[in-house]
């Protein structure tokens, strides 16, 4: 079966904490691309990266951090030193052909 | 260009209405999807058209009907929606290199 787990519903942390929301993946396909997305209060769902399956090099973009572990299948994502800009809900999803499985979402809240 | 564009951004309607949601993109994809997402879920698959065909129907009820002119262009027609269908409309398109959704239409049935 096809199917992306964030096991953390809710996750608070104070701004400036550092937080990891944790991705888990299950694939069959040896093809694949994981993404994070994040869909503020406003509602539009903003690409935050894509990774595919053969590259497992961890990625830094400015306070955003991705570790990408195929041992694990895991896809987390770091943010460090939060604000309370980057409250949101959070989406891991895999992609594979056509097909693309959204995990249920992360809701952080970063309070000041 | 590397957007999917959705029109209109936000719409209201009432139950006997008729109205379209439109999505375009200029990627070259040849798969167009669109998606319904609820209040706190994750978004859910609707349809998918490939090479300018239907290809999934995840059991949509008859009042949403999908309509893809050409490649560049979907379309979902809405009519005797009811107060459940409020939520938010994505659309998306894939190609060899990427998947890439649009903003979404936000969608009220009153």
């Known amino acids: 079966a096809q199917k992306v787990t964030q096991a953390q519903t809710e996750i608070s942390v104070v701004e400036k904490e550092d937080v990891t929301l944790d991705c888990v993946y299950e694939t069959r396909d040896t093809t694949y691309y994981l993404f994070w997305y994040k869909q503020p209060p406003s509602g539009e769902l903003v690409f935050l990266i894509r990774?595919?399956?053969?590259?497992?090099q961890n990625e830094i973009s400015g306070r955003y951090s991705w570790n990408f572990q195929k041992s694990t299948s895991s896809f987390n994502f770091t943010i460090t030193a939060s604000q309370v800009v980057d409250s949101a809900v959070y989406f891991c999803a895999l992609n594979y052909g056509q097909n693309f499985v959204f995990g249920p979402g992360t809701r952080l809240s970063v309070l000041p | 260009d590397t957007e999917v564009t959705q029109t209109p951004k936000h719409l209201v309607m009432g139950m006997t209405n008729k109205k379209s949601l439109k999505c375009e993109q200029h990627?070259?994809?040849?798969?167009m999807y669109w998606y319904k997402q609820k209040a706190k879920k994750p978004p859910e698959l609707m349809f998918v058209y490939s090479y300018e065909k239907l290809s999934i129907n995840e059991s949509v009820p008859s009042r949403f009907s999908p309509e893809c002119p050409n490649s560049s262009l979907l379309n979902l027609h809405l009519h005797a929606l009811q107060p459940e269908d409020s939520a938010l409309y994505l659309c998306?398109?894939?190609?060899?290199?990427?998947?890439?959704f649009g903003s979404g239409t936000r969608l009220t049935v009153v």
């Open positions: 990774r595919n399956s053969f590259d497992e």
């Open positions: 998306a398109s894939s190609g060899l290199y990427g998947y890439t």
């Open positions: 990627m070259g994809h040849r798969a």
